[in-house]
């Protein structure tokens, strides 16, 4: 089946900064790639997806850029602010329709 | 359009003992999921269901079941509780069918003693 692996598990940074969280995915089946945002307490929100006959999308200050050859996919957040601070995760969705997660990254912005 | 709708929002049992958390997914979604969060572990899949039919199911063990109802309404139920069942369980519906957007309801928080 599907793995999917996240990088870092913890990412700290400077107001106005940017992040990148990194996913690799193992089965190259898999055809849709979404990115979710979960603050404490809340549930996960999704915030950008892409799918796999594209290689960047962008909405405001999130993008995503996903390399189907090397099956890995990033998420670029750029001018950081305080409310960005929340754990995200990657997933990937399989031929079968179900979806593997990442294990997290915790995004600390600093003001 | 209301969201996607878990209850109850925390759960206090013994081991032992069984559970039923219930999933109310958006009006016109006829499939919804089950995933198990644990702290560092990421969103572990549970089992989906399409139509009152289960469609996909994880690798977790028997004790973990689940069922849907003629109004797309869920539940899932956690028998034998041991220890390592205490984690967020949350639902999410998509329309099915092979819409992709998953969306997330608030959680049941499973704590067992």
């Known amino acids: 089946g599907e793995n999917v692996e996240q990088h870092p598990s913890t990412l700290s940074v400077q107001e106005g900064d940017s992040a990148v969280i990194k996913c690799t995915y193992s089965d190259s089946a898999s055809n849709y790639f979404p990115w979710y945002k979960q603050e404490l307490g809340k549930r996960p929100q999704l915030i950008i997806d892409?799918?796999?006959?594209?290689g960047e999308k962008k909405d405001q200050r999130i993008a995503v850029t996903l390399n189907k050859t090397a099956k890995h996919f990033s998420l670029h957040i750029t001018e950081t602010q305080p409310e960005d601070s929340a754990v995200y995760f990657c997933?990937?969705?399989?031929?079968?329709?179900?979806?593997?997660f990442g294990s997290g990254t915790k995004l600390n912005v600093k003001p | 359009k209301a969201g996607v709708t878990q209850t109850p929002r925390y759960l206090i049992k013994t081991r032992g003992q069984q559970v039923t958390l219930s999933c109310s997914p958006i009006s016109g979604h006829r499939s919804v999921s089950w995933y198990q969060q644990t702290p560092g572990q990421g969103l572990q899949f549970l089992f989906e269901y399409f139509s009152e039919t289960q469609r996909n199911k994880g690798n977790f063990p028997g004790r973990f079941s689940g069922r849907q109802f003629s109004n797309s309404r869920s539940e899932m139920n956690v028998s034998t509780l041991e220890l390592g069942d205490s984690a967020l369980y949350l639902c999410?519906?998509?329309?099915?069918?092979?819409?992709?957007?998953?969306?997330f309801g608030s959680g049941t928080q499973l704590s067992v003693l």
């Open positions: 999410a519906s998509t329309m099915g069918g092979g819409t992709e957007k998953l969306f």
């Open positions: 892409i799918r796999s006959n594209v």
């Open positions: 997933a990937a969705r399989d031929a079968f329709n179900k979806f593997y």
